[in-house]
């Protein structure tokens, strides 16, 4: 016997598509389709129907009253470090003494401070520290999220991590793609021996990773003080051997070559692009069907850099992402609708772009784009109500307000 949800009373239901709509390109994301006083029918998890209020259905196994709230797709969180040891405060004050990002990392601080923190714990501890952060973003609205490793930096770490990830996706509601990340940064072990690191990545790292099926996708940190386009042409070409499929961090310090990697690869996405030129952005409106630009507006506010030209990269005609880069160094946040403030209020997005930037854009930018990511006929029901609230706009406005009180994924309901 199927389950059937009714949620009704819906004040608005907003983030309509066709069912064959996988993700919003440059002038698109401006554009929001609403139902008023509405009401929608999940089946077994996936959205059924719905429709306006006079035609509402009389009955259901289980019923929700949206009490004229917002009903929205939740938020897709595809850019996330969050299965990590432990929380770096002391470094947070460092940098409010000065310190740059940069400076940290070579101090022996950064990623490395938080791989050899990650190897003195156990796998247990670690998903215990992990859920408890997937269920915080839960109750505030994310319903999908990429999590990455690259904490461990050796391959029994990583796959200590991977584990980790799995283990969430297998065990908690929330829809989860795992990416391998070990070129995060040169491993303590491999110290001034950067060249035999990178080998160790491609024949250690990826084949054991590729073994048990661990990844879906793998990472690079190209940029300067990490890795080289060179060195990340070899990481990326290895893993795409394995199946997977990559996506890459780049010209987040400085433009040094990683988004014209990337688009050569077909990354599915190129995230951080603070640093940004007008000459990739022209490369990434090439790959505009391909290669999904991804901002992360959290990691500029906390570390008081730049924020990534979303407008422009808008206005280029691509279809931009927004995610929260959640990690302990430099995001220690996996709050998507602060995200959303931030691009209009930092980045100039209008609401509705930022809208579709946390939703229907973010689950293409995990390959999820004909499954999640906004309301449509035979896509999963996973949905954010709010309180009832005056308008779409009064989402990121509010930047604080908790208007979140259901989050629906699937078949379970939080809140």
């Excluded at 997937?134 to 930096?153: P, Q």
């Excluded at 014209?260 to 640093?275: F, K, Q």
């Excluded at 992360?296 to 990534?308: C, D, H, V």
């Excluded at 691509?318 to 209020?345: Q, R």
Aim: net charge negative.
């Amino acid at each position: 016997m199927k389950e059937r949800l009714f949620i009704r009373n819906i004040g608005t239901l907003a983030g309509i598509t066709s069912p064959d709509t996988c993700c919003k390109y440059g002038d698109e994301m401006s554009e929001v389709t609403c139902l008023h006083q509405a009401w929608l029918i999940a089946e077994d998890g996936m959205i059924k129907e719905y429709g306006t209020a006079e035609k509402a259905p009389q009955s259901s196994d289980k019923v929700i009253d949206a009490e004229e709230g917002f009903v929205l797709p939740a938020f897709c969180d595809s850019h996330t470090h969050l299965v990590y040891a432990d929380s770096r405060e002391k470094e947070f004050v460092d940098k409010i003494n000065g310190l740059s990002y940069s400076e940290i990392a070579a101090r022996g601080g950064g990623i490395l401070n938080s791989a050899d923190r990650l190897h003195q714990l156990s796998e247990e501890a670690l998903y215990l520290q992990a859920s408890n952060r997937v269920k915080e973003i839960i109750r505030k609205g994310t319903g999908a999220v990429e999590i990455k490793s690259g904490y461990g930096l050796n391959t029994a770490d990583e796959i200590k991590m991977l584990h980790v990830i799995r283990r969430i996706k297998e065990e908690m509601p929330i829809k989860v793609v795992s990416t391998f990340l070990g070129a995060h940064a040169v491993g303590r072990a491999f110290t001034g021996r950067q060249a035999e690191y990178v080998d160790y990545v491609i024949n250690d790292m990826i084949p054991n990773v590729a073994k048990e099926g661990l990844a879906d996708f793998i990472d690079v940190f190209c940029d300067r003080g990490f890795f080289t386009p060179e060195e990340t042409d070899r990481i990326l070409e290895a893993g795409s051997k394995y199946g997977m499929r990559p996506k890459i961090h780049a010209s987040e310090l400085a433009a040094t070559g990683g988004v014209a990697v990337g688009v050569r690869h077909h990354a599915l996405s190129i995230d951080h692009l603070e640093s940004v030129t007008d000459e990739e952005i022209a490369l990434l409106a090439q790959a505009r069907t391909i290669t999904v630009p991804t901002v992360l507006p959290g990691t500029s506010f906390f570390l008081n850099m730049p924020y990534a030209p979303a407008r422009k990269l808008i206005n280029a005609g691509l279809a931009v992402a927004i995610a929260s880069d959640y990690n302990p160094g430099s995001t220690p946040s996996g709050d998507m609708k602060f995200a959303m403030s931030l691009a209009c209020i930092k980045m100039r997005l209008c609401p509705a772009e930022a809208l579709n930037a946390v939703t229907i854009n973010a689950a293409h930018a995990m390959g999820l784009g004909r499954e999640l990511g906004s309301i449509a006929v035979g896509k999963r029901a996973n949905l954010i109500l709010t309180d009832r609230i005056p308008s779409l706009d009064y989402i990121p406005y509010a930047y604080t307000s908790p208007i979140i009180k259901k989050t629906i994924i699937g078949e379970t309901v939080i809140g």
